[in-house]
């Protein structure tokens, strides 16, 4: 793990974080010629960049936000295997990445706050961590009522 001294160095990775995240994602809408996936990829890379830009907001503005209540965790990224990313990948598979991505991000976010000594600091990334726990849910939502019921 990495070593940080401020907290503007936690943010700016975070930043990194987010900005590979979408790019990964505008990479898959770039690569596939189903129009459904090539949205589905772009919406994505859209909620990464929105991530980006709430850290980029807190970095400069010095907003340290509490996190919000803890955010439900369905648990079905446990189960799942991650797809291979390529042009090819379905819905099902895009949504698997997605929760699964969310799923590290929270991870990385949860650790890093737990081994923070600086209270402000923890405060921003358990936000952080929640940020990502709602957008894993809101995939997790979305594979159980279109991929599940569909089975």
Do not use: C
Not at 22 to 49: D, I, Q, S
Not at 135 to 142: A, M, N, P, S, Y
């Amino acid at each position: 793990m990495e070593t940080w001294e401020s907290i503007d160095d936690v943010l700016q990775y975070a930043i990194g974080q987010e900005e590979e995240a979408a790019a990964l994602y505008r990479r898959l809408a770039a690569r596939t010629k189903k129009p459904g996936m090539r949205k589905l990829y772009e919406g994505f890379a859209r909620e990464e960049e929105g991530h980006k830009a709430k850290l980029v907001n807190v970095k400069t503005e010095r907003l340290l936000q509490p996190a919000d209540a803890q955010t439900i965790d369905m648990q079905m990224t446990d189960y799942l295997v991650e797809p291979e990313v390529d042009s090819d990948l379905g819905y099902q598979d895009a949504l698997i990445l997605a929760m699964k991505k969310e799923k590290a991000a929270f991870r990385l976010y949860s650790d890093l706050a737990e081994k923070s000594p600086d209270p402000r600091l923890k405060a921003v990334l358990l936000s952080l961590a929640q940020e990502e726990a709602k957008h894993k849910l809101r995939f997790e939502i979305e594979y159980d009522e279109v991929v599940q019921s569909s089975n």
